[in-house]
């Protein structure tokens, strides 16, 4: 990109209209695409090429900030409109008064509106984790995201164009503006405006609009379900204030909870002991405080009305609800998916973005809209926040329309845990300096305790045993014991669907690898020992199915019914047919040119997976987010 810092200056005077309206995180980057960065981040990136997805925008933070010259006395920042934000809103930064229109001219959301763009010279040695250990001062805040005001077709051109300035009645003085446009959610601390020069590269500040406040930073929002048990009779409701007061949750004919409150502050983010992590240092935005309630007196397979809050802080729209089947009963209807995060709907960068979420989230909103669903399973990698704490209120308004009325179960991920020194199974910093804490106190699951994510549900026919592929599953763990016992207790006259489920998978033909020959063999032969029907893994951003495989064999290939559907046959069980569904978000992964014999089905394209369970039959579905057509059709028969 070339840089283009004018050497006079323009006017600038930002308008804000309020339009209210209700991995393998490096396998995907190429070598070539770091190209395209600029020579500042190319010197440095390589050496952590592994461990983040490396643009200009995300090393940011370590940009060298330089004065802009030369000012002008036009020079000047308006804010139109009510400075009091909705909880979701579009807001339109109009951008005028510029002399020279530079494609290297962007604007940035900052918040808290108080926080530090100036640098930081002090903190030079502290980051080496966003992948710059250049000797260059320190942004001192990272910004919530960015637009480069050649998003604006018109900005360049000068097709906008005023008057400043006359002189014997002809014009001597004309500048230019553009027109950019911010999707903002109520993430409760102040915003502003900044407009640079000089690009993500060679940031230069040039103004600040005015400061604009949430009109009710206590707002309870963002509310999402899961089970507690596998009676189908209670339902846990999480959701996130600005306020510390226990609140409560309003349900079905007059019942109501009180909340239990929590949340987390950067004393409980893992950092190095001289390098400090996002989480830990500028990457921190306050959480606020998270409510769960338990919704008790429920009946399986049932519809309620509810809503949450308070008072004094607000109340949420009230939702419909559906409870899950209690485990034993007939009939589930699940969907299930991996590495989802999320991505802005507007045209901004931001620090993480995965691009298939927002057709995704649509697709599974449009599927939980039709009454078809009772539970999902997001299998880890949730929000990619890994240590932009804001980047978790982006992703809980992207999900909360499915997850307020359905239970949303998940598993941990090496971007919500792995962290080096923290007790993680794997020592890269995917989590940003989280190790779970953030993912723990956003999703409580009915785990055993604290950083222990593992857990075990009955739903209908189906019992699903959930892992953490991020903590220690080796022989002699106390997770694989616990993994040994509960897939042996399972009573399978009740619940004869056997469901396997973490992050990680066992067998993958991506070609960025993925798969761990230790974690196979110290947990496959648990496995094929309980005879477990389905297992499910994400981490590997693509679709796969295999064979029933074991030891990397085909034990038994699945036969086609009178429809075409290849169907596995369990009454004569041979081994798990194992499923990759890391195809809900992030960049898609290719595959081998020369898989392996065990691999029946792949699919590199953005979607969901989708189940029918009975006690006589398992059937299973890849859907396409796009077309929302079904590209992959399997059962299991027993």
């Known amino acids: 990109m070339e840089l283009h810092i004018p050497t006079q200056l323009a006017i600038f005077s930002i308008s804000i209209i309020l339009l209210t309206r209700s991995s393998s995180s490096f396998s995907s980057l190429p070598w070539s695409s770091l190209s395209n960065l600029h020579p500042l981040v190319v010197d440095s990136a390589l050496e952590h090429l592994n461990y983040t997805a490396i643009s200009e925008f995300r090393l940011l933070n370590r940009r060298q900030i330089l004065q802009c010259h030369d000012p002008n006395r036009y020079l000047q920042i308006n804010v ?77 051109s000068c097709k906008k164009k005023e008057c400043k300035k006359y002189k014997d009645g002809q014009c001597v003085v004309t500048t230019c503006g553009g027109t950019l446009t911010f999707h903002v959610v109520n993430i409760r601390t102040d915003i502003e405006f900044v407009l640079f020069a000089g690009g993500f590269a060679t940031p230069c500040v040039l103004k600040k609009s005015n400061s604009l406040t949430f009109a009710n930073p206590n707002q309870p929002l963002y509310g999402h379900l899961s089970s507690i048990d596998s009676t189908g009779t209670s339902m846990r409701i999480t959701w996130v204030s600005g ?12 019942k109501s909870r009180t909340s239990e409150v929590s949340t987390f502050s950067q004393d409980d983010m893992c950092t190095g002991k001289v390098l400090h992590s996002p989480a830990k240092d500028f990457g921190w935005h306050d959480p606020g405080y998270i409510h769960s309630a338990v919704m008790t007196g429920l009946q399986p ?23 899950p089947p209690a485990g034993g009963s007939n009939e589930l209807k699940f969907l299930a998916f991996g590495d989802m995060g999320k991505a802005p709907l507007d045209d901004s960068v931001e620090h993480y973005i995965q691009p298939g979420s927002i ?21 880890g990698d949730i929000s990619y926040a890994t240590g932009f704490l804001v980047e978790w209120d982006f992703f809980l308004n992207l999900i909360s329309p499915f997850a ?38 956003y999703f409580p699951m009915p785990t055993p ?31 694989y014991q616990w993994m040994k016992g509960d897939m042996a207790s399972v009573d399978r006259s ?44 994400g981490h590997v951003h693509n679709y796969e199915r ?42 898609l992964d290719n595959f081998l040119d020369e898989p392996s014999d065990w691999s029946l089905i792949r699919i590199s394209k953005f979607g969901y997976f989708r189940g029918h369970a009975t006690p006589e039959e398992l059937q299973l579905e890849y859907v396409n987010a796009g077309t929302r057509k079904v590209e992959d059709i399997f059962r299991i028969t027993r």
């Open 80 to 156: 139109s409109g009510d400075t009091a934000l909705e909880d979701e809103e579009y807001l339109t930064v109009k951008v005028t008064g510029v002399l020279v229109p530079a494609d290297s001219d962007w604007v940035a959301m900052i918040s808290p509106s108080n926080a530090d763009v100036s640098d930081c010279p002090s903190n030079k040695a502290r980051y080496a984790e966003t992948g710059d250990l250049s000797n260059l001062p320190l942004l001192c805040h990272y910004p919530v995201k960015a637009q480069y005001l050649s998003k604006d077709p018109d900005y360049l």
């Open 243 to 254: 306020d510390k007061e226990p609140q409560e949750v309003q349900y079905g004919d007059g």
């Open 301 to 323: 397979s049932t519809s309620y009305p509810y809503k949450y809050g308070s008072d004094s802080a607000g109340w949420s729209q009230q939702v419909q609800f559906r409870t």
């Open 546 to 587: 295999t064979c029933s495989v074991y030891q990397n064999e085909c034990k038994a290939m699945p036969k086609k019914d009178q429809s075409g559907v290849d169907t596995y046959d369990h009454s004569n069980y041979s081994a798990p047919v194992q499923v990759v569904i890391g195809m809900a978000g992030f960049s």
């Open 404 to 441: 307020s009325r359905v239970s949303y179960m998940t598993a941990i991920g090496n971007h919500e845990r792995d962290y080096g020194g923290s007790g993680s199974m794997y020592s890269t910093p995917d989590s940003g300096g989280e190790c779970g804490v953030a993912y723990e106190t």
């Open 494 to 537: 009740k619940t004869p669907w056997l469901v396997f489920t973490g992050h990680r998978p066992m067998y993958t033909s991506g070609s960025g690898g993925g798969a761990d020959h230790k974690f196979l063999d110290a947990v496959e032969p648990l496995l094929l020992d309980n005879k477990v029907d389905l297992v499910l893994f």
């Open 359 to 379: 057709s995704v989230a649509k697709a599974v909103l449009d599927y939980v809209d039709s009454g078809n669903v009772d539970a999902i399973f997001h299998i």
């Open 449 to 479: 305790a604290k950083d222990k994510p593992w857990y075990s549900i009955e739903q209908a026919s189906v019992h699903f045993t959930v892992i953490s592929t991020e903590h220690d599953w080796s022989k002699n763990s106390e997770q």
